[in-house]
């Protein structure tokens, strides 16, 4: 599903101030907005969903717009805690949106831990809206709790104001809510190199020490192509057309790939990454979480892209 998918809502909404009658409402100071720290954190998040959602063929441009009908979420929620929920799969009017929402974050609420209704900044009422603040609290505790691996940019705020409807007339706050935690020079330098991948850090080592591990891989990957009488020699070029990657997938993860979805001798650039493109969708269905590699890197014969992609399924299976 395209980001046009979403076109149909998209119009500038004016705030509803009676429909806040009797509650505070959060609106983000417009200073705030172009604050390069908090385009950073939207750009991120963006980044995150759709990475995560690629095998889903959902792409997200517009964090208040593309989310508050509960798809984008609904399809998270499945992707990252296995959760499949029977809710429609297209909300397209307004009631189907907020019952779907509704599920879905009443779900989303007991997964992230949240039993103190204090701790929640967000609600069904305030996604469909398109509150952006309270899409980014929810989508930051999600990244927290189900990928916390992923390095948010740290110590974020942002300046709003705080309305508090009555019948009695609008009352008016300026606060600074917390978007992402501050984290200092020494833990922050710890916590990249604790999230850096596996690959990362080996490629900063020596070269002889690089090379047990790729002979490792290389070993691994020989044993299990024993069976279908191939050899590889060269992982770089050998993995380009994502015929052998196809091959090895299926044999370790138990499946069969019908020949006709894929290219047994790809001729041309398109061909192999068609392939490629197919391993790497197979290996996210699979769990293996290489959504961050571009297809292209591969089939150009980037060593740490395809180093990334064996290691990953090394991990997997290298003791069974």
């Keep these: 599903m395209e980001a046009a998918v979403f076109e149909y809502h998209k119009e500038d909404d004016p705030v509803d101030v009676e429909s806040f009658q009797g509650e505070k409402q959060k609106l983000i100071q417009p200073a705030s907005l172009k604050d390069p720290k908090f385009e950073k954190l939207k750009e991120a998040l963006v980044c995150w969903i759709n990475s995560t959602l690629k095998p ?37 009017t307004s009631p189907a949106q907020i019952r779907k929402l509704g599920v879905i974050l009443e779900e989303l609420d007991k997964r992230l831990g949240l039993q103190d209704s204090s701790q929640i900044k967000w609600n069904v009422k ?6 952006l603040l309270a899409t980014i609290h929810l989508l930051v ?15 974020v705020k942002v300046e709003v104001i705080v309305l508090e409807v009555s019948r009695g007339g609008i009352k008016s706050d300026v606060q600074t809510e917390v978007l992402t935690e501050e984290r200092d020079a020494g833990s ?40 279908m009488g191939l050899q590889v020699a060269d992982m770089d070029k050998q993995f380009a057309d994502g015929v052998i990657l196809l091959l090895l997938l299926g044999q370790l993860e138990g499946f069969f790939i019908p020949l006709y979805d894929f290219n047994l ?45 064996l290691y990953a399924l090394f991990k997997k299976h290298k003791g069974k």
């Design 56 to 92: 889903d063929h959902i792409v997200v441009q517009s964090l208040e717009e593309d989310l508050f009908d509960g798809l984008v979420l609904h399809h998270l929620l499945s992707r990252l805690a296995g959760v499949h929920m029977s809710v429609e799969a297209m909300a397209l």
């Design 126 to 131: 305030l996604i469909h809206n398109k509150d």
């Design 188 to 227: 922050d330098s710890l916590n990249k190199t604790e999230r850096e991948d596996p690959i990362e850090q080996l490629l900063k080592l020596e070269d002889h020490k690089v090379n047990t591990v790729k002979k490792a891989i290389l070993h691994f990957v020989n044993q299990n192509m024993l069976t």
């Design 265 to 309: 001798t790809p001729v041309n650039h398109s061909e192999m990454l068609h392939n490629v493109t197919l391993a790497l969708d197979l290996l996210n269905d699979a769990g293996l979480q290489v959504s961050s590699i571009d297809p292209q890197d591969i089939v150009s014969q980037n060593d740490t892209a395809t180093l990334k992609v």
């Design 141 to 155: 505790a999600m990244v927290r709790s189900f990928q916390p691996e992923l390095g948010l940019p740290p110590n």
